[in-house]
């Protein structure tokens, strides 16, 4: 019987990959409405992410380029949806 193991969905880009890494984590989750990565502000969920960016990075990144990257997209992400109105009042 052949046996497989589960294979990642295929990312495109690093800030792809970190994206998916930081959902995975639960540092950041999706306005159901609109569609925008919102950060959850989660400081454990942050810690899991980079773990798991600095333990597992994408073939040909270095694990520092991996948290780098993560860092890079948690500050180019906001705490709330830009498209709902009631955020943030």
């Known amino acids: 019987m052949l046996m ?3 294979r990642r969905p ?5 800030r792809g990959w970190a994206i998916h890494v930081l959902q ?5 989750c999706e306005c159901e ?3 925008w990565a919102k950060d959850r502000a989660d400081p454990h969920a942050r810690h899991r ?3 798991l960016a600095r333990q597992d990075p994408p073939d ?3 694990a520092d380029q991996a948290v780098a990257e993560i860092n890079d997209v ?3 992400i ?3 949806c830009p498209e709902c109105p009631d955020e943030g009042l």
């Open 4 to 6: 497989t193991k589960q």
């Open 78 to 80: 906001g705490d709330t």
């Open 10 to 14: 295929a990312i495109r880009t690093l």
């Open 60 to 62: 040909g990144i270095s």
């Open 24 to 28: 995975e984590a639960g540092a950041i």
């Open 74 to 76: 948690l500050d180019s």
């Open 49 to 51: 992410a980079v773990e």
């Open 33 to 35: 409405e609109h569609g």
